[in-house]
């Protein structure tokens, strides 16, 4: 009796045991599982704090990269090697494969059958070895003869091959002897300052600026010979390539992630700044790819809406007229602060670029592609046209009246003049607008100087006149626009544009025979 309580209580004992165990391996398992669900979560916090420090990074490198345009373009050249750009063609060395092995020439012993033994030539062998021995000659010179057909077939393949590679070599150089002659005749157009070429080779320039790789790279280019002034337009990135929010933030208590927009002056600031080194950077990478070029009218459009009519517009945003004497040179030009650089090269930026409001630009890009047409000079005996040269005084005073009346002048006094040209007062009657401008037309064969702006300056300030405007049938030195521009208050109009103005309002067609004028 005694031994079966003593079994029973074991077997309880070992129950409670098991039961002991199965509830630790119970909670084991539970904290495993919280453990591992608290390991889960923490990894997806983990994550996407990574993912909100990764996009924040983003926006730093974008904005650092935004900063440092002009100073990160700088350390290049901009000149083309237009001779390396036709590198000579490698040859590729011929490759034969299995033609390059001669096929091999049977031996007799993969033929002969073998010799019989002494038992084999007691028993007649010796006459079956002649009968198989011949057997195998002929199969022997069969194959020998197979493979001289073949080795005959793989020299003529050879052979082939070899002339087929030799013909494309040949073909190849010959189109790169082409191309470097094409390339020596481009080269020798820029070096004679052929106006089609250095517009090409300009363009070329304009689209291997060192800007952003999501910029815009549509680029036009006028070249005018004489002045050895280029006038480009160029596409300004769009205002949203500014990012407008300043970080981001993971609120994990949330699994939320927020962003704190930029400050619109902020934004507006660094877009006016983009502007400005893409502005700058575009007339350096001009100056520094070209030694000769004296000169670069620039100006920058970018692609808008118009919000209040939904048409597509193209507004100009900066604009600038820079001569090479007054540029910054590159150690300089990683000082400066850019919109501050505009500034002082006196160009004109929009007040609220951001915004797309738009500028008048300095140089009107589709009238100097007017302006700049070679053989616009042409002399008058080669043409019926009237050449302003061969007009008399009394007449050059009618036709250039007559400009100023289509546009809404009411009053013309002529002065006297003390050259060959033509002094005068005009009047418009406008509101707010109106008032007397002075108007000095030059009927000159010669280049017009930066004293004749200044005598036009002396003359609006002795008749108190608004405005001033100087007209010449020829040409205007360098220096005078950008000291018309200080005054504020001039126009300048040389021969092309007086010809042009003459068609646009008059609707006549005119000459300027200059001869020996300088292109």
Known sequence: MATSRGGRQEWERQQQAQAREAERRRREAERAKAAAEKERKQQYRDSRQAEVDNKNAQLEQRVAQLSAILVSGLHRTARIDILAQVPRPKAEPLRLGPLANPVPTPTWDRFAPRLPGTIARMLGGTTRYERTEAAARVQYDEAVQEAVRQEAERQRRVRALCSEHTDRINADEQKWRDRVASANAYVRAIADRDKAAIETYLKQVLTRVSLPADFPRKVDVIFNPRAEQAVVQIELPPHDTVPTVSSYKYLTTKDEERSAARPRTEVESLYRKVISQVALLCARDLFDSDPKLQSVGLNGHTHAINPATGEQEYPCLISMNVERDTFPKDDNLSKVTPEACVKHLKAIVSNHPYALEPIEPILDFDLSKYKFVEGFDAVATLDSRPDLMEMSPTNFEHLVRQIFEAQGAEGWTTQQSKDDGVDAVIVQRKALMGGLSIVQAKRYSGVVGVNHVREL????????????????????????????????????????KLTYLIKEYLGKEVLIGIPNRPH
């Open 457 to 496: 300056a002396g003359a609006m300030e002795e008749k108190k006149a608004g405005w001033g405007i100087l007209i010449t049938t020829s040409w205007f030195a360098s220096g005078c626009l950008q000291k018309a521009r200080e005054h504020g208050r001039m126009e300048l109009i040389d021969g092309e």
